[in-house]
């Protein structure tokens, strides 16, 4: 009922102008005392609920931020939304949250389901390698920002962790620990993020005087559990099954710790494992993960005041130069890597 009930309604029962009911719900300094509470009364009777995306809409300025995220099943990108909603909140907005579940073409829909809803900015960690959709969405001229990807161009900013030296921890990590044949469970070779901790993981055996083929990659087609356990159950199958592995995410190393469990192979006595992200389940897991730890809510926490920098709202509004902030990441080490060799 409240959603079929006009401001003309209210006018009507209230029997006043429009435009007076208009200066109650705005501006009701201006209205007189007797007249107010009649509108006031209507409203009530009617249930009238003022239309906020109209209001919106007519003064170009929306109250609502756009977040799209790879995949909301990943602990990771709840914190970075976390982060962001908190600082968005402090500047009276709220955050539209969506998945893109690591596909361009859903990735596509949501963009431009952003630019229907006139969105005040968007926080986006791109599922697209070629970069068509941001392409497509700069059309829209709505600001947005890169969350967990370095902006290649001038043109937005970016929030994002340095993860070359993230990889580079890693497998540093794993070194020290007399390891000299790793694996690593990539995930798609698309995202720019798998490729950055694989150009760590290279890094770190160069400075121990080791080739690339030392590393041993085993690519998945996703970024979860099931992906990780499909890599385990390879790796298991591997005749000269290297010592350690590294995985692209924590997902993937618990997918493949589930897998070494269900065969028997012990961890890290058999088989030393490292994450990335250093999840809340990290922690949690039966045996605990050593992971490489982004501050996932900061990031989100980042981004959104440069959004809201750039569009001129909350304490952060006034003059906005484009900048990418890239974070130092952190080595978190618990039992699955610390067997002596």
Not at 112 to 122: K, T
Not at 131 to 145: E, L, Q, S
Not at 170 to 197: E, K, M
Not at 219 to 226: F, G, H, Q, S
């Amino acid at each position: 009922m409240a959603q079929s009930v006009g401001i003309k309604d209210v006018a009507r029962v209230a029997g006043v102008s429009v435009g007076t009911v208009s200066n109650v719900i705005n501006r009701p300094d201006t209205v007189g005392p007797g007249t107010r509470a009649r509108v006031l009364s209507a409203i009530d009777r009617l249930g009238y609920v003022r239309s906020e995306s109209a209001r919106q809409l007519r003064a170009g300025r929306s109250r609502i931020m756009g977040l799209l995220v790879l995949d909301m099943g990943n602990p990771f990108f709840v914190d970075v939304a976390r982060g962001a909603e908190r600082a968005a909140r402090e500047a009276g907005l709220g955050v539209m949250v969506c998945n893109s579940a690591q596909s361009p073409g859903e990735e596509a829909e949501y963009l431009s389901l952003f630019a229907e809803q006139r969105v005040r900015g968007v926080l986006l960690t791109p599922a697209d390698a070629t970069g068509r959709n941001i392409a497509a969405f700069r059309r829209h001229d709505i600001p947005f920002v890169l969350v967990d990807r370095v902006a290649e161009g001038t043109t937005e900013c970016s929030v994002s962790v340095d993860d070359v030296a993230g990889g580079t921890l890693a497998v540093r990590h794993l070194l020290d620990a007399g390891h000299r044949s790793i694996a690593y469970v990539s995930g798609p070779p698309s995202f720019n993020q798998v490729r950055d901790r694989r150009t760590g993981a290279l890094a770190a055996l160069a400075e121990a005087g080791l080739g690339p083929e030392a590393l041993r990659e085993l690519p998945t087609e996703r970024l979860d559990v099931a992906a990780g356990r499909d890599a385990g159950a390879r790796l298991l199958g591997l005749s000269d099954r290297p010592t350690a592995v590294f995985c692209a995410n924590d997902l993937l190393a618990l997918g493949v710790l589930q897998s070494l469990f269900a065969a028997g192979v012990s961890v890290p006595d058999d088989l030393a494992l490292v994450g990335y992200d250093d999840i809340e389940f990290a922690a949690a897991a039966a045996v605990p993960l050593t992971s490489v730890r982004q501050p996932a809510a900061t990031m989100g926490a980042l981004a959104a005041g440069l959004l809201l920098e750039e569009t001129g709202a909350g304490a952060s509004a006034g003059a906005h130069e484009h900048r990418r902030v890239v974070l130092q990441p952190e080595l978190v080490v618990r039992r699955s890597s610390l067997a002596a060799r």
